[in-house]
């Protein structure tokens, strides 16, 4: 697959990557359909993140659909289309309850 990768402050290159695999029952894989970076890379970028990596893979946000899914994944199915936000929860703790979802305990 292709990805967007860090190479340094003001340098960005598309390159392959292998395909990611579902490790903890809670994973799924989402087939991409459309991204973009947002202003949390342009920081990286700019060099405004000095602890960012070489190699990081850049880009969190996007539309998808559902690829595959483990054994503990119950609210998609296979070829559901999703939206992929930067803010995650586990739909669980009291916070979600409140609906405060960036104070999830676990980041979902």
């Known amino acids: 697959m292709r990805a967007l990768i860090y190479r340094g402050i003001g340098k960005m290159a598309l390159e392959e990557r292998q395909q ?3 490790q903890a029952p809670s994973d799924a894989i989402i087939k991409m359909v ?4 947002c202003g949390t890379d342009l920081h990286l970028l700019k060099g405004d993140l000095a602890s960012c990596e070489l190699g990081r893979t850049l880009g969190h946000e996007g539309i998808g659909i559902v690829d595959s899914v483990c054994t503990g994944v119950v609210t998609f199915k296979l070829s559901d289309r999703v939206l992929i936000t930067c803010i995650t929860s586990c739909g669980n703790c009291e916070y979600f309850g409140r609906g ?9």
Request: proline share 6%.
């Open 20 to 22: 990611p695999k579902l």
């Open 34 to 37: 459309k991204t973009t970076i």
């Open 100 to 108: 405060i979802y960036t104070h999830c305990v676990t980041g979902g």
